[in-house]
């Protein structure tokens, strides 16, 4: 399992009967995790003082029980491959969550070292580094984004919700991101990229974090057992002939590490060689030494 286990400003303190116990800066907030399916005794002090909690609803969806939480809060990451601190705009809404997927901070650490690694490669033969591009698609609030950028990549940041692609915006701005490094698209995944292959656009290196479910601007639906084989293939066709590398995360049961593994191993590796691996991705709970699985992620490098 490739863990998470970076972070300073957020934590899984515990989990128990279908929840996760976290600490997101100063704040604790207790949310429903549909893979903890324990149920162990609540016995850590931050269970009787929380700030906020998420209560769920036996007709689909919850609502919010705010105790003492402010509207919007930050927290920040270290980058250890590039040096540099993330800083990310919290606040809570739909569906638990805050505008932020902290387990995606071990994928931020493997592409931004590739990038650095190409750039720092670049600079040792005396040549200038030229410009890495990177893809991001269902982009969210931009923490890879924000990753790749600090790397020293010019990224392409789609999603489908304006106001998700705005949130993005301004945590690039706290991250202190330079805004000339990143071209902020509120679009339809599948149409943008069919766009760049008439374009004849080629990246170093593609990021998806794609929903299970979801419809685009115009109400195109979006179902990821049925799409994303397809949508790997088209985006093969963006890949530079020394591409850098392709990530794909999911949280969708059915798409386990090796479903990744023989996706990207079918498409990628037969046209550009290199490397496929995949694992699930996880944080480690503070409490009892535990790690709470997060989904999985299928990686390629040309490495």
């Known amino acids: 399992m490739w863990i998470a ?25 207790l949310r429903p995790d549909p893979q903890v399916l324990w149920d162990t005794e609540k016995t850590v002090p931050q269970w009787n003082k929380l700030n906020a909690h998420y209560h769920r609803s036996s007709k689909g969806g919850g609502e919010w029980e705010f105790i003492d939480l402010p509207h919007q809060w930050t927290v920040s990451y270290d980058l250890k491959s590039v040096g540099h601190r993330l800083t990310f705009n919290l606040k809570p809404f739909s569906f638990k969550h805050t505008g932020l997927f902290p387990e995606q901070a071990v994928n931020w650490e493997w592409f931004s070292g590739l990038i650095k690694d190409k750039r720092d490669r670049l600079a040792a033969e005396g040549k200038s580094p030229e410009s890495i591009k990177v893809l991001n698609l269902f982009a969210y609030t931009g923490g890879a984004t924000a990753a790749a950028a ?26 202190r991101i330079d805004e000339l490094s990143t071209r902020w698209l509120v679009d339809d995944c599948v149409k943008l990229v069919e766009r760049e292959i008439r374009r004849g656009s080629r990246y170093d290196g593609i990021i998806m974090d794609p929903p299970s479910y979801g419809r685009g601007p115009k109400g195109e639906i979006w179902k990821i057992e049925d799409n994303i084989f397809d949508l790997i293939k088209l985006c093969s066709q963006l890949l530079k002939d020394d591409a850098l590398f392709f990530l794909v995360n999911s949280y969708t049961t059915g798409l386990q590490p090796a479903v990744l593994t023989y996706m990207l191993s079918t498409v990628i590796s037969g046209s550009h060689g290199g490397r496929v691996e995949a694992d699930e991705v996880g944080l480690p709970v503070s409490s009892n030494g535990l790690v709470l699985p997060c989904g999985a992620a299928g990686r390629w490098c040309s490495c």
């Not at 899984?12 to 929840?19: A, C, L, Q, R």
């Not at 692609?165 to 690039?172: I, L, R």
């Open 5 to 29: 286990d970076n972070w300073k400003e957020y934590e899984v303190i515990d989990t128990s009967g279908g929840e996760k116990l976290e600490r997101w800066g100063n704040y604790t907030l």
């Open 150 to 175: 600090a790397a020293g990549a010019h990224v392409t940041h789609v999603d489908a919700s304006k106001g998700m692609v705005q949130w993005a915006k301004e945590n690039a701005k706290s991250s």
